[in-house]
């Protein structure tokens, strides 16, 4: 076990479902054919994810962050936006998952420059310091539900469907990992 530096590394998550209007809609990376799911515009399509933490995670340590990973199919206008809804919990195996009214809740707005060019990614962080379960132990169990809020109030003003090509988790490690590369 490294001690006295903070190393990270990151977890992809499993996309367990998805619903909303469209139950997410797939659009393609520019005119690869490549599928992706999207979040659909004007629909508040909701995806589920699930992170069994790695057992080279520092036990009893918040989660720096979880990140959105997306592609851009239009070119957005300075000052447009995408509002997400997140909840998120998280438990050791053999424990009672928590009813919905003990998960966090929150919401975080991506405001985009104007800059950004069309088929462009980028990186988001959404969720920050998930603190861990009492008395954690290896692989425990995070589940993130995110929405994009298109139609709520305040509602996003990008009037476009949105990639996600991926949902990652930052998480405390007791060896090497990807902290140097990415920072929160």
């Known amino acids: 076990m490294i001690t006295g530096h903070a190393y990270h590394d990151d977890l992809q998550g499993i ?26 515009n004007a629909n508040d399509d909701i995806i ?19 990140h959105l ?33 003990n998960w966090t809740k929150s919401s975080t707005t991506i405001t985009f420059t104007g800059t950004e060019a069309q088929y462009s990614t980028g990186v988001e962080n959404i969720i920050s310091n998930l603190t861990a379960p009492v008395d954690e132990e290896y ?7 995110l929405t994009r809020n298109s139609t709520g109030s305040p509602s996003d ?13 930052h998480f405390p490690t007791d060896r090497y990992g990807s902290y140097n590369e990415y920072a929160d």
């Open 69 to 101: 990973h997306y592609y851009l199919p239009t070119a957005p206008t300075a000052g447009n936006t995408i509002m997400m809804d997140y909840e998120w919990t998280w438990f050791n195996n053999g424990d009672t998952i928590p009813a919905t009214v």
């Open 48 to 66: 589920y994810y699930t992170f069994q933490m790695p057992h080279k995670k520092r036990l009893g340590e918040a989660l720096d962050s979880v």
């Open 139 to 145: 692989s425990s169990i995070l589940l993130v539900k």
């Open 157 to 169: 003003t990008y009037a476009a469907d949105l990639g996600v090509l991926y949902v990652d988790a």
């Open 15 to 40: 996309v367990g479902h998805a619903t909303g209007v469209s139950a997410l809609g797939t659009i393609t990376i520019r005119d690869t054919g490549f599928p992706i799911l999207a979040f659909q």
